[in-house]
């Protein structure tokens, strides 16, 4: 049986348009020669995720998303994804979007819960959750550190304002001129250290021999305390007390007149006796000087010295 050119065109034209279709529905998550299970979930935002993003469950790809689209005015969308896998979870499990880092896309993953009896089924709607992603993450960490940073920079603004406003031109020459100032001192200092030095170094050997004869002091110190320590001192302080008390009894003695000590110093008569006898003695020299042959006379024939004769009173 032969076909015609346009019957063979028109059996081509159709494979491609069901291939075209075929095509076209498998790039959108739809695969008409598989049995899997299809559910929904509806959220307000879906944070970037597009159809034919992977479905996980426990990291583990299960399908994907077929549809995106607006639920209806209120402008929720509702997410039709497709799950392959037979695996059994609950109607209450979570599809949870998550992902989205700088260079890969969202994904959408199930949260699975293990309640019997309540076992989801193609065409329910599970409930959704969006994760935050690696943007939002660092938005967040970063938020607090940008109002940080802002008011530092509110800070430092008025800090420098405050600070042009105090270093006026006045107060920029005063500033220079304390510099200026202590530069001078600085110089002043180091010229006073390097005398010091000079005057360190040619006294050396002086500062030596003093330091020397400063140990030697030291260690004649240290010698006479050592023999200090070994004196008796309570034997002198015995000593010492015993004398005071003897000079304190002759004091006494002498205050109250008893023995011939006291006598002389207390007893005026013989103070006068003393005297008259001190004149006594006084005549008698003069009169030996007046007449000394009187008392010492050399003679051969054994003259009479003569008599005696008192003194004048003018000599006395």
């Known amino acids: ?11 081509l034209a159709l494979v491609a348009i069901l291939l075209f279709i075929f095509g076209y529905s498998f790039l ?24 034919s993003s992977p479905v996980t469950i426990n990291g583990l790809e299960v399908g994907n998303v077929s549809s ?42 199930i949260l ?36 940080k940073v802002e008011k530092v920079i509110v800070s430092t603004d008025s800090l420098i304002n405050a600070f042009n406003q105090v270093m006026d031109e006045e107060a920029r020459k005063d500033l220079r001129k304390s510099f200026k100032d202590l530069s001078l001192t600085v110089a002043s200092l180091k010229s006073t250290a390097q005398s010091a030095d000079n005057i360190f170094s040619e006294n ?70 003393l005297e008259r006898a001190t004149n006594q003695l006084d005549e008698l020299i003069q009169d030996v000087k007046l007449n000394p042959k009187r008392y010492v006379h050399f003679s051969i024939f054994g003259k009479n010295p003569g008599p005696y004769s008192p003194p004048k009173d003018s000599l006395k």
């Open 68 to 109: 995106i689209g607006f639920l209806d005015t209120s402008g929720k969308l509702l997410v039709t994804f497709s799950v392959e896998n037979d695996f059994p979870f609950s109607k209450n499990s979570i599809a949870q979007v998550y992902g989205g880092g700088l260079i890969g896309g969202k994904s959408l993953a």
């Open 1 to 11: 049986m032969k076909y015609t050119k346009e019957v063979k065109t028109a059996l």
């Open 112 to 147: 699975p819960e293990y309640e019997q009896g309540n076992l989801a089924k193609s065409g329910d709607t599970l409930q959704g959750e969006i994760e935050e992603g690696l943007l939002e993450l660092v938005n967040e960490r970063l938020t607090p550190l940008q109002e």
């Open 204 to 273: 050396a050997p002086k500062l030596k021999r003093t330091f020397t004869n400063l140990d030697e002091m030291s260690t004649n110190l240290n010698n006479i305390s050592d023999t200090i320590s070994k004196v008796n001192i309570k034997k002198m302080t015995n000593d010492l007390e015993q004398a005071v008390a003897n000079f304190e009894d002759v004091t006494n003695k002498l205050t109250n007149g008893e023995g011939t000590a006291a006598k002389l110093i207390n007893d005026p008569t013989v103070y006068n006796n």
């Open 28 to 51: 959108k998550g739809k695969n008409w020669f598989d049995s899997s299970r299809t559910f929904y979930v509806v959220y307000n935002d879906v944070e970037g995720l597009t159809p």
